[in-house]
């Protein structure tokens, strides 16, 4: 069966190229997936200032409820700290020649003008941790108390040498320090300034906490690592090594590896979703095209098994072929997606992928499973029929659907329609990836039910195209009794635009919600801000002022929910607020008073709060920013969790939970516009914004870009189906066109028959497009904003039926033009 499989493959190549095509496409998306998720797990930079520390010990980052069953964990946003009683306890570990503890914090240079100075992220350490990367002192000596030394790098920039002074800002007003020294060593991700140890554990505000040990290994020494994870197993710390240790050292690279495994996963089952649909479409029309050949071989005496086992094994050779040529290519596609990711500010430029030979060899077992799999379906059809009305059946294209495949697309239809009302009765994030979801149920459904609803539509319009003329009439006649062709078009198309439109428009809604209930929401007059947050000082001397004010800190919380047997694990978004906040701020309260909101409390969203059963005086668990554990008493409810996420903490609370201990901004009511900017200029960075939205915007924006790279790569092999299939089903019309030209059809007629029956298979699958995106859209827009109008512009959408029927329309035009080059006696004896 192989020989014969593969003599069939040579001898017809030309009619198995869409496969090819389809499951080249396919793996290389999902392997491009599978390269971003191994490189969230084992991708990074370059470590610098741990570059001589043979292991990083830091505290855990991953949340994980303790008696839970299931692998469900999050991570958390904000790095812990290292109790610094644990240095002693490395330090014994055999192995072990010294554990270093080392404190990291900002600290910033100030210039005579005022302004920071480094060009790049600059932190503060203990010069003892030095020793980590190594710096070596290069100038002067290493600093005490009110000194500092400074790297290289930050020196010449400031002009500034061994007994100079200069200015340095941490978490207040910037303070004089005396250069004792310049150090230097390898690497410039970012600026580096050294104190004294009890100076850098004030400066760090950290008592007895640590960012993270440095451990040097004893010469010789192998599976230190392993050692220290036994020793550590109950401390909840994380050893790194090798390039792991740059996650660690790097806060950036630490939020990249984060993202880069979720997108992956969520990317990754998208495309593993398409690229099946995709693969089990293409193979579906390569056998329907073929269906007089396995006519002829059932005719012959070939068993229905001995046609499916063909079918199998060739599928299998074009697969395995194209899989292992789309697994590399995955390579090439998952090096872009890393540019366009770093263009847009999500990964670092120097974030270096992982490239390793799992994610290449799972694309291709799913490659080779989803071809086999859409193989065995489209096979069932024409192994089954009986020899004897094999050859008549062929002749013909049957026009009724499976009833089994009728009931499922039905079934699924209903099931997307259930889940488009969703967004009116959950908000957030969630509505828009339902409606999302639900539209792509919707698309799956009706290509399932495409021939009967194609059909349907075809009657309707088919009368007024033949009404056009003699090639109006060809067309209408082709596509009524060949609807299930007309359907394999219509498709591709179809998801197409439906998939752009409901993954462009459901962002846009969901953001211009959050814009307009954040705008409804902030009710003071100022605004203050900062480039690396807001001085906690701020607050305090904002009201010494006689205005009133309140601290804004944006952070997250995690929290389990438990449903039977299963446990989920979700970060949510939340906001720490002062109970002072009322006069700046309405979040819709419903029950209790936000000035209540003290250290130990909480204020939840009155739909969270009502789906985890909660009401003031309660108390609830959750998880802080920096995976810590906390139990809080609910002071409050409110309406407005858009602007402000589902929990609102004490802003003492919030910002004891971060690594930088800062504001992310001041909100002010009234006061004096002109005493609150001189107020502010005493912080470095700090300026009076216009909105407290404006370090939002640019995060929301970002999320946006990702989302659409996201999407636009999958609508990139979306659109490559879509000219698959239709260059493959206009080319395997050269017969019937011979046959027209034959009979008395002029090559300008078939070609005005072709045209009408592109116009008709674009305006089907712009209407279908539309109709599969409008639902969950209008329904996703009336529970976010009120308006049953989504929030975006016209354009993209616009956009997105031009470029359809361009595609549309050119790939079935090529295919004509050149069907009809050859003479029709020549191309009428041809085999199919």
């Not at 996963?265 to 479409?281: E, N, Q, T």
């Not at 149920?441 to 039910?449: E, K, P, R």
């Not at 011979?738 to 089907?764: F, H, I």
Request: charged content about 20%; glycine content about 10%.
């Amino acid at each position: 069966m192989l020989t014969l499989a593969w003599q069939t493959v040579k001898s017809r190549t030309s009619g198995f190229v869409g496969a090819f095509v389809a499951v080249l496409c396919g793996t290389a998306l999902v392997a491009a997936c599978g390269i971003l998720m191994e490189s969230g797990f084992r991708g990074g930079v370059p470590t610098q200032r741990y570059a001589a520390a043979d292991v990083v010990v830091t505290a855990d980052r991953t949340v994980q409820p303790p008696d839970a069953e299931s692998i469900e964990f999050e991570y958390a946003a904000e790095q812990p700290a290292v109790p610094a009683s644990l240095t002693a306890k490395i330090a014994s570990v055999p192995g072990v020649r010294a554990a270093v503890a080392e404190q990291t914090f900002p600290a910033v240079v100030v210039g005579p003008d005022g302004q920071p100075l480094a060009d790049k992220p600059s932190f503060g350490h203990n010069w003892e941790s030095a020793v980590l990367a190594p710096y070596a002192l290069k100038e002067g000596d290493a600093p005490k108390d009110g000194e500092v030394v400074l790297d290289a790098g930050l020196a010449a920039r400031s002009g500034a040498k061994p007994g100079d002074e200069i200015r340095v800002m941490t978490r207040s007003v910037p303070v004089a320090y005396r250069v004792s020294g310049v150090a230097e060593a390898a690497g410039d991700r970012q600026a580096a300034l050294f104190f004294g140890t009890a100076q850098a554990d004030a400066l760090a505000g950290r008592p007895g906490q640590l960012t993270a040990v440095g451990v040097l290994a004893e010469p010789g020494t192998r599976d230190l690592a392993s050692r220290l994870e036994e020793a550590l197993r109950d401390d909840h710390v994380e050893v790194s090594e090798g390039a792991d240790r740059s996650a660690a050292e790097f806060e950036d690279v630490g939020r990249t590896k984060s993202i880069l495994t979720i997108l992956s996963g969520s990317f990754g089952g998208y495309a593993v979703l398409v690229a099946i649909f995709v693969v089990a479409s293409t193979l579906a029309l390569a056998v329907e095209q073929r269906r007089r050949e396995f006519a002829l071989l059932r005719a012959v005496g070939a068993t229905p098994r001995q046609v499916r086992r063909l079918i199998g094994v060739e599928t299998t050779v074009v697969a395995l072929v194209a899989g292992v040529l789309g697994s590399l290519l995955g390579i090439a596609v998952s090096l872009g997606l890393r540019a366009a990711f770093a263009d847009i500010g999500v990964v670092p430029d120097d974030f270096a992928l992982s490239i390793g030979p799992i994610p290449l060899a799972a694309a291709l077992v799913i490659g080779v499973a989803a071809a086999r799999i859409a193989a065995w379906s489209a096979s069932r059809r024409p192994s089954s029929i009986n020899p004897v009305e094999a050859l008549g059946e062929a002749a013909v294209q049957r026009r009724d659907v499976g009833k089994v495949r009728l009931a499922f697309g039905g079934a699924l239809i209903v099931l997307g329609l259930g889940a488009t009302v969703t967004p009116l009765f959950v908000r957030g994030q969630n509505a828009a990836a339902t409606s999302v979801m639900a539209a792509l149920v919707l698309i799956i459904g009706l290509a399932l039910a495409g021939p009967r609803v194609v059909g349907g539509a075809v009657r309707l319009v088919a009368p007024v195209i033949g009404r056009t003329g003699p090639s109006g009439y060809l067309a209408s006649a082709n596509v009524v009794k060949n609807s299930r062709r007309l359907a394999a078009a219509v498709t591709p198309l179809m998801l197409a635009i439906g998939f752009f439109v409901v993954n462009f428009y459901s962002q846009t809604t969901f953001t211009a919600a959050v814009r307009q209930e954040t705008t409804r929401s902030i009710t003071a007059d100022h605004v203050v801000t900062g480039v690396t947050g807001v001085s906690p000082e701020v607050v305090g001397a904002v009201r010494r002022t006689g205005a009133t004010a309140t601290s804004l800190v944006r952070t997250q919380v995690i929290t389990e929910t438990r449903s039977s047997d299963s446990v989920q694990v979700q970060a949510r978004p939340a906001n720490g607020l002062d109970a002072e906040a009322g006069a700046a701020v309405d979040l819709g309260v419903q029950t209790g008073s936000l000035a209540d909101l003290t250290p130990g409390t909480v204020a939840l969203g009155a739909d969270h709060a009502s789906w985890e059963n909660k009401k003031v005086g309660d108390t609830v668990e959750f998880w802080f920013a920096d995976g810590r554990p906390g139990k809080l008493r609910v002071v409050a409810t409110y309406r407005n969790d858009l602007a402000f996420g589902d929990y609102v903490l004490s802003a003492a609370d919030a910002r004891a939970h971060t690594a930088a201990g800062m504001d992310s901004a001041v909100l002010v009511k009234s006061g004096d516009a002109s005493a609150l900017r001189e107020l502010v200029a005493r912080y470095p960075g700090v300026r009076v914004a216009g909105e407290v939205s404006a370090q939002e915007r640019g995060d929301e924006r970002t999320q946006f870009l990702l989302n659409l790279i996201a999407v636009g790569v999958i609508l990139g092999y979306v659109a490559i189906s879509v000219s698959n299939t239709l260059v493959m089903s206009t080319a395997a019309r050269r017969r019937e066109f011979a046959l027209l030209r034959l009979v008395g059809t002029g090559r300008r007629q078939v070609v005005a028959m072709m045209r009408a029956e592109a116009v008709l298979t674009v305006a089907l699958a712009a209407v279908f497009g539309t109709l599969v995106a409008a639902v969950p859209l209008v329904l996703l827009a009336i529970g976010m904003t009120g308006s049953p109008v989504p929030a975006g512009s016209v354009t993209a959408y616009l956009g997105t039926l031009a470029g359809a029927a361009v595609l549309g329309v050119v790939s079935i035009a090529i295919p004509t033009r050149m069907s009809l080059r050859d003479k029709p006696i020549d191309t009428i004896g041809m085999r199919e």
